[in-house]
């Protein structure tokens, strides 16, 4: 199994500055409770150009971010899409992907066909990304429809989508968890998923022998309280090593 680093906060826009810090914390917490694992670091040079061309041809199990955009980088050459974000990153972009439009560009940009993205946890939607999203046919999952069902039910939904894909790419930024268990992130927002929640969809998409690749961004330690954010990111990590 091998982790690569991406200690990157420059396409968050400003509102994920000190996520570039988050991997080194959380690999060396989670070396305290294994350490049969590789790790790397992709170079960082200031130019997100460079480092999406980087990413692009990295090799590597599992990533640590370091904001959302890493994902526009790294998704190149799957089939399916699972994205965990209280947002749907869709906003109106200019040149380059960040972490509000990255899903809106790659859609654009012909590297992902829309019928193969699975948005999950979405609670806040901006007008363009709502009226883009239903444009477009994005399957999403919004938090309340998670919050009037039940969560296995929502997860042999998802998983029965996933299935279809040949190679799957799962995205996990941390704040579709509720800031009560996770506080350590850009944007506070309600009503989202439970820790327990997120490892329950975790422990089964593992399980799912087409995901060849998974993301976790958007963690910022010093918004976190009690190392509540990288202790859930340790956890979330350990269910895949």
Same mark, same amino acid.
């Given at each position: 199994?091998?982790?690569? !680093?991406?200690?990157?906060?420059?396409? #968050?826009?400003?509102?994920?500055? #000190?996520?570039?810090?988050?991997?080194?914390?959380?690999?060396?917490?989670?070396?305290?409770?294994?350490?049969?694992?590789?790790?790397? &670091?992709?170079?960082?040079?200031? &130019?997100?150009?460079?480092? =999406?061309?980087?990413?692009?041809?990295?090799?590597?199990?599992?990533?640590?971010?370091?904001?959302? #955009?890493?994902?526009?980088?790294?998704?190149?050459?799957?089939?399916?899409?699972?994205?965990?974000?209280?947002?749907?990153?869709?906003?109106? =972009?200019? &040149?380059?992907?960040?972490?509000?439009?990255?899903? +809106?560009?790659?859609?654009?940009?012909?590297?992902?066909?829309?019928?193969?993205?699975?948005?999950?946890?979405?609670?806040?939607?901006? !007008?363009?990304?709502?009226?883009?999203?239903?444009?477009?046919?994005?399957? /999403?999952? =919004?938090?309340?429809?998670?919050?009037?069902?039940?969560?296995?039910?929502?997860?042999?939904?998802?998983?029965?989508?996933?299935? !279809?894909?040949?190679?799957?790419?799962?995205?996990?930024?941390?704040?579709? /968890?509720?800031?009560?268990?996770?506080?350590?992130? #850009? =944007?506070?927002?309600?009503?989202?998923?439970?820790? &327990?929640?997120?490892?329950?969809?975790? +422990?089964?998409? !593992?399980?799912?022998?087409?995901?060849?690749?998974?993301?976790?961004?958007? /963690?910022?330690?010093?918004?976190?309280?009690?190392?509540?954010?990288?202790?859930?990111? /340790?956890?979330?990590?350990?269910?895949?090593?």
């Amino acid at each position: 199994m091998k982790i690569v !680093k991406v200690s990157s906060s420059l396409g #968050g826009m400003g509102h994920s500055n #000190g996520s570039e810090k988050a991997p080194e914390l959380i690999i060396s917490e989670l070396r305290q409770f294994n350490s049969n694992f590789n790790v790397s &670091n992709i170079k960082v040079d200031g &130019n997100l150009d460079n480092l =999406y061309k980087d990413l692009e041809q990295v090799d590597g199990d599992i990533f640590v971010g370091g904001d959302h #955009g890493i994902t526009y980088g790294l998704c190149n050459g799957f089939d399916g899409l699972l994205i965990f974000d209280a947002h749907p990153d869709c906003e109106v =972009y200019t &040149n380059t992907a960040t972490h509000e439009d990255f899903l +809106r560009k790659l859609i654009e940009d012909g590297r992902i066909k829309k019928e193969n993205i699975i948005l999950v946890g979405v609670r806040n939607v901006s !007008k363009n990304e709502k009226e883009f999203l239903e444009k477009n046919k994005i399957k /999403v999952f =919004y938090m309340k429809d998670i919050s009037d069902l039940d969560v296995k039910e929502i997860c042999d939904t998802i998983m029965e989508l996933c299935n !279809k894909f040949s190679g799957l790419y799962l995205s996990l930024d941390i704040d579709v /968890v509720d800031p009560a268990f996770a506080p350590g992130v #850009g =944007y506070l927002e309600s009503g989202g998923l439970t820790s &327990n929640e997120i490892l329950y969809f975790v +422990r089964r998409l !593992k399980l799912l022998k087409n995901l060849k690749r998974f993301d976790l961004v958007e /963690v910022i330690p010093e918004k976190d309280k009690n190392n509540m954010t990288v202790n859930l990111a /340790v956890r979330i990590l350990k269910e895949f090593l």
